[in-house]
Nanobody, 113 residues
């Protein structure tokens, strides 16, 4: 059974940093990433990383966020620096194997101005 469990969200002031973690189990994943959903908005891609490759980022987070993964531990991380109020939302971990895409339950990130 595949499980994705996020951690690391919270409340931070603008300009601050947070690190999100996602623990995956039950499969080996070709790609892992993070999406977010702000209130009243559609879920959007934040960053994605394939096994061993560099990450790809939404334009809005380039230069501020860094995605990384530990293949041995089946973990993916999102280091978020210089956070802005518009980064507020629920952040979801997702992972893709040969069969389908999986989602975590999400972790709330709130950036106060």
């Amino acid at each position: 059974q595949v499980q994705l469990v996020e951690s690391g969200g919270g409340l931070v002031q603008a300009g601050g940093s947070l690190r999100l973690s996602c623990a995956a189990s039950g499969s080996v994943f070709n790609a892992m990433g993070w999406h977010r959903q702000a209130p009243g908005k559609q879920r959007e891609l934040v960053a994605v990383i394939t096994s061993g490759a560099n990450g790809n980022y939404a334009d809005s987070v380039k230069g501020r966020f860094t995605i990384s993964r530990d293949n041995a531990k089946n973990m993916v991380y999102l280091q978020m620096n210089s956070l802005r109020p518009e980064d507020t939302g629920v952040y979801y971990c997702n992972a893709l194997n040969l069969q389908r895409q999986y989602w975590g339950q999400g972790t709330q990130v709130t950036v106060s101005s």
